[in-house]
């Protein structure tokens, strides 16, 4: 590491240990990122007794950070390029690892969930930095192939590693551990980041990132998310319900102005949507995510709440739909997209994902794991693979090269978006007045009727978008 390192050329002067501990440094960042997405999930029953939430209010224990990881994200991508990979990079690990100490240690609501949105502010600046790295780090070819292969399986791992760790974590130790774990593992991320990615120079040319667009987008967001979760509380027609929804409206609405005339340098630029397969593969993609995060929410609070699931059988009965999932996406998919049009892929993966969400609300106290858990899982999961990859190309196709990035930033966002406000929609709908095992399981059998309402639409969706082959 004693060489001289040409500016823009990092991967020059390392040595192929440092290559990999870069590698490591980038893939555990991400890990733990995509884990703090989910690994909350099976401890919300334990934090609603500790610190007080309602049924209707610990949606925010997830929302929080779901909020500012997608209003951010597109800031988070620019700012790399502005202030330096490794700074960046640094300055996100500090942020999230420095949240969840505060969030493993609140002592109340407000304060776990002020910790979970700055959480998601640091992911939103972490994340698109440890991809900006590897490319930084690897020259184009095999060696780079590797090591985005490796980032990507790293991402799926912590999603599917989320609920199970959540649910170790919070049985052998404590709910606050899902967070607290993150501080040493940021220690030593921090460490080795210092001793091992180089740091790159930066010029300050060009216009400055939209800071004031990612605020106005997050404030946007946050506002409809709390009008449609007074909503659940108090009734759509409450002032407080109102008011969260129109001054979320009008503050997005000022950010499309912002980012069409005023913005130097626009978080989305929005000429990207008049490319049909971008804008139409979007709105499919806002629903599906609407429909396809949330799950995880409902599906936790059923097993924990209702049918007395430990944490740790929680997450050991996600393991089928995770699977499911990433092999369907991963070995079957491809292969089909090669002999059959994509849209087709998505509005029968769509369909079935609806099937096997109406079948996961006729779920009673008395189901069985197989009946009321697995029998399900294995459905939507099919389904949920089939329509993700070639949703992701559509959302994609047709986008300049020059806009690759911005087009890849908007699909993550829309996704997160998606999520976000589904679920701040879907408690409205399994909001209730009953107690005991089954009004929970009443309550969420609403959700997922919904959701499979959802998925039929977005089957319907795909019917506008181009037809797409993969012929290679």
């Not at 609070?301 to 699977?323: D, E, I, K, R, W």
Request: hydrophobic share 55%.
């Amino acid at each position: 590491m004693a060489q001289h390192k040409v500016p823009g050329d990092v991967d020059a002067g390392l040595s192929g240990v440092s290559a990999k501990i870069v590698l490591a440094v980038a893939c555990c960042a991400q890990f733990m990122v995509v884990l703090d997405i989910s690994v909350v999930n099976v401890a919300l029953p334990s934090i609603r007794d500790a610190l007080g939430f309602d049924e209707t209010s610990q949606q925010w224990v997830v929302n929080a950070y779901a909020l500012t990881f997608a209003g951010f994200l597109l800031l988070g991508g620019r700012l790399a390029d502005w202030c330096g990979r490794r700074r960046i990079f640094l300055i996100g690990l500090a942020l999230f690892a420095g949240a969840s100490l505060v969030g493993g240690l609140a002592n109340s609501a407000t304060a776990l969930v002020a910790a979970r949105a700055v959480q998601g502010l640091g992911a939103a600046v972490l994340a698109p930095a440890t991809l900006t790295i590897l490319t930084a780090t690897f020259p184009e070819g095999r060696v780079r192939t590797r090591a985005l292969a490796t980032w990507t399986a790293v991402g799926v791992a912590g999603g599917t590693a989320g609920n199970l760790a959540g649910g170790v974590l919070t049985e052998y130790l404590s709910w606050r551990s899902t967070l607290l774990i993150n501080v040493p593992i940021g220690v030593v991320v921090a460490i080795l980041t210092v001793r091992h990615v180089v740091a790159d120079r930066t010029e300050a040319a060009g216009p400055r990132p939209d800071v004031a667009g990612a605020v106005l987008a997050t404030a946007g967001l946050g506002g409809l998310a709390f009008g449609m979760a007074e909503a659940a509380d108090a009734g759509w027609s409450s002032r407080s319900a109102v008011a969260g929804l129109v001054i979320g409206s009008v503050l997005l609405a000022v950010f499309v102005a912002i980012e069409a005339r005023w913005a130097a340098s626009p978080l989305i630029p929005l000429r990207l949507f008049t490319i049909r397969s971008l804008s139409v593969g979007n709105v499919a993609m806002l629903l599906a995510g609407a429909c396809l995060n949330p799950m995880w929410f409902f599906l936790t609070l059923s097993m924990q709440n209702a049918l007395a699931y430990s944490p740790v059988q929680t997450g050991l009965a996600f393991l089928p739909h995770t699977v499911v999932t990433v092999v369907v996406g991963a070995l079957a998919t491809p292969w089909l997209m090669r002999h059959v049009d994509g849209r087709i892929l998505i509005m029968v993966g769509a369909l079935l994902a609806a099937l096997g969400f109406w079948w996961q609300s006729q779920l009673t106290v008395q189901s069985s794991y197989l009946a009321g858990i697995l029998g399900p899982a294995v459905v939507f999961s099919i389904g949920s693979g089939l329509l993700n990859t070639p949703l992701t190309t559509a959302v994609t196709s047709g986008v300049p090269t020059s806009d690759a990035g911005a087009a890849s930033g908007l699909m993550n966002t829309t996704k997160q978006v998606g999520g976000a406000l589904g679920l701040a929609a879907l408690v409205t709908v399994a909001t209730t007045d009953r107690t005991g095992p089954a009004a929970q399981i009443d309550a969420n059998s609403r959700a997922f009727s919904v959701i499979a309402v959802i998925m039929i639409a977005v089957a319907v969706v795909v019917l506008v978008l181009p037809a797409q082959r993969d012929r290679k």
